[in-house]
């Protein structure tokens, strides 16, 4: 069973700066997906990546297959930026979580 | 086009009671998954629905069980409450293009208090 590991759990940092959360996974997948979800509940879908690089704005998603590890970046972060970050492997069995990071960005 | 929508948003049920959980997928979308999310557990995959067939199980035990309907609704229902069972409950919807994997679109979740 794919195991899907992130850190850091917590994270703290200051307006402007850039941010790196890391997501590890034990097999093959399909695609990881990264999430964001805001207190309260409410879950976006940020990426979904099989390869290579995408970005968003000011969110980049980056995904190496060999090295089973993939990376959200967030330049320029901003207090709004402030939620947890999930990461998951969409294998055959359906998508498999991470723990999250929580991230506060403050002014 | 209107997002993924769930009913009741919160619940609360006592312990031994069964309850039905709903989710409208976007228009178009065929594909529905179920998700729990719990402070220690975080998100679990319970089930996945395309096209009225449950396409993917997670590991929950029978208690829980869902179906979908012609429309691409889908509900989900869970028998014989356990304190356990306390949890913010998501549903996803996902385009079925052709081409996999999908991106998945959340729901704003039921939230189910157990007493």
């Known amino acids: 069973k794919n195991e899907v590991e992130q850190s850091p759990q917590n994270l703290t940092a200051q307006e402007g700066e850039f941010i790196t959360i890391n997501c590890s996974y034990s097999?093959?997948?399909?695609?990881l997906h990264w999430l964001q979800q805001h207190p309260g509940g409410g879950i976006v879908s940020l990426f979904m990546?099989?390869?290579g690089k995408k970005k968003h704005g000011r969110l980049i998603a980056t995904i190496n297959i060999q090295e089973k590890h993939s990376s959200l970046h967030i330049t320029a972060s901003h207090p709004r930026d402030s939620a947890v970050y999930i990461c998951?492997?969409?294998?055959?069995?359906?998508?498999?979580f991470g723990k999250g990071t929580h991230l506060i960005i403050q002014p | 086009k209107a997002g993924v929508t769930q009913t009741p948003r919160y619940l609360i049920k006592t312990r031994g009671q069964q309850v039905t959980l709903s989710c409208s997928p976007i228009?178009?979308?065929?594909?529905v998954s179920w998700y729990q999310q719990t402070p220690g557990q975080g998100l679990q995959f319970l089930f996945e629905?395309?096209?009225?067939?449950?396409?993917n199980k997670g590991n929950f035990p029978g208690r829980f069980s869902g179906r979908q309907f012609s429309n691409s609704r889908s509900e989900m229902n869970v028998s014989t409450l356990e304190l356990g069972d306390s949890a913010l409950y998501l549903c996803?919807?996902?385009?079925?293009?052709?081409?996999?994997?999908?991106?998945?679109?959340f729901g704003p979740g039921t939230r189910l208090t157990v007493t």
């Open positions: 990546l099989s390869s």
């Open positions: 629905y395309f096209s009225e067939t449950q396409r």
């Open positions: 097999v093959g997948i399909s695609a």
């Open positions: 996803a919807s996902s385009p079925e293009t052709g081409a996999t994997p999908y991106e998945q679109y």
């Open positions: 228009s178009g979308h065929r594909s």
């Open positions: 998951a492997e969409g294998g055959a069995d359906g998508l498999t």
